[in-house]
């Protein structure tokens, strides 16, 4: 089995700072391109950023200049740096993975649980 788990998620001020984490543990042999998704309340699921196994980074360019992902491939884990926050970047915050699954050598799509993002006076 293959699991990913968000953490880092909470309630802050607009202009305030958040840093998210997405752990993957299981049996797998290695991660290809990791994700962070957000859903907002009434909408649709949409993607915030992009890194790949090389490190290459995309942004929705909703949070281009105020967002980073990383990701440290030793610790299968990645991460969202999210500054000067706003209040429509309220929302619940997912990642997702490629995974190659040991069991059986073939690549598979995971998602965490969510994690609660509310900016807020």
């Known amino acids: 089995q293959v699991q990913l788990v968000e953490s880092g998620g909470g309630l802050v001020q607009p202009g305030g700072s958040l840093r998210l984490s997405c752990a993957a543990s299981g049996s797998f042999v290695r991660i290809n391109a990791m994700h962070w998704y957000r859903q907002a309340p009434g909408n649709e699921r949409e993607l915030v950023a992009t890194?790949?196994?090389?490190?290459?980074?995309n942004y929705a360019d909703s949070v281009k200049g105020r967002f980073t992902i990383s990701r440290d491939n030793t610790k299968n884990t990645m991460y969202l740096q999210m500054n000067n926050l706003k209040p429509e970047d309220t929302a619940v915050y997912y990642c997702?993975?490629?995974?190659?699954?040991?069991?059986?050598?073939?690549?598979?799509?995971?998602w965490g649980q969510g994690t609660q993002v509310t900016v807020s006076s």
């Open positions: 890194i790949t196994s090389g490190g290459s980074t």
């Open positions: 997702n993975a490629e995974v190659l699954r040991k069991w059986s050598y073939t690549w598979a799509d995971y």
